[in-house]
Antibody
Framework: QITLKESGPTLVKPTQTLTLTCTFS??????????VGWIRQPPGKALEWLAL???????RYSPSLKSRLTITKDTSKNQVVLTMTNMDPVDTATYYC???????????????????WGQGTLVTVSS | DVVMTQSPLSLPVTLGQPASISCRSS???????????LNWFQQRPGQSPRRLIY???NRDSGVPDRFSGSGSGTDFTLKISRVEAEDVGVYYC?????????FGGGTKVEIK
């Protein structure tokens, strides 16, 4: 059974750096075709994809936030860490991590996006 | 970036009646691998998103068969054949064909 759980501070001050950890179980990030992504949702607003890291350490970022984001993985701990620098009140949101994998069946393969999500963690940016 | 445009923003529905949500993309979502990575998510109040449909029309396990997805290219639809009380929430489409991944703005389904 796949589970993911986000952890980190609930309150950060403007200009500070946010560090969030996604701890997962039921899969390994050393397995070919597996990835973990981060998605956020400001209160009452839509979902926004932030970053994603693959088993082979390939990383993808939202272009609008790329200069502020870093995603890393610790395969031995089953964790993915997202850091976001220079936090601002507009970054107040619930941050989710989610699982992605390459699924192959009958000779064809496709990407299986975000079937499993964490519970989310609300981060408030305020002085 | 591929813009995902959902309509309507709000959808009041009578219990037992059908509902339909549209999602249009600014570019074709057909991937070079031949797949179309259009997903639908349901987010009930206070909960994490839950995927309902992947690759346009494939229903996830445990999803009631009153939910169905259709479409191609740039035009996609999520249909609920008979709305039940538990279907209240916000529905999002998401494309996974082009980087960056993008979500629609959401459609709020509520009971009349």
């Amino acid at each position: 059974q796949i589970t993911l759980k986000e952890s980190g501070p609930t309150l950060v001050k403007p200009t500070q750096t946010l560090t969030l950890t996604c701890t997962f179980s039921g899969f390994s990030l050393s397995t070919s075709g597996v990835g973990v992504g981060w998605i956020r949702q400001p209160p009452g607003k839509a979902l926004e994809w932030l970053a994603l890291i693959y088993w082979d350490d390939d990383k993808r970022y939202s272009p609008s936030l790329k200069s502020r984001l870093t995603i890393t993985k610790d395969t031995s701990k089953n964790q993915v860490v997202l850091t976001m620098t220079n936090m601002d009140p507009v970054d107040t949101a619930t941050y989710y991590c989610a699982h992605k994998k390459l699924y192959c069946s009958g000779g064809s393969c496709y990407w299986y996006y975000f079937h499993y999500w964490g519970q989310g963690t609300l981060v408030t940016v305020s002085s | 970036d591929v813009v995902m445009t959902q309509s309507p923003l709000s959808l009041p529905v009578t219990l037992g009646q059908p509902a339909s949500i549209s999602c249009r993309s600014s570019q074709s979502l057909v991937h070079s691998d031949g797949n179309t990575y259009l997903n639908w998510f349901q987010q009930r109040p206070g909960q994490s998103p839950r995927r309902l449909i992947y690759n346009v029309s494939n229903r996830d396990s445990g999803v009631p068969d009153r939910f169905s997805g259709s479409g191609s290219g740039t035009d996609f639809t999520l249909k609920i054949s008979r709305v039940e009380a538990e279907d209240v929430g916000v529905y999002y489409c998401m494309q996974g064909t082009h980087w960056p991944l993008t979500f629609g703005g959401g459609t709020k389904v509520e009971i009349k």
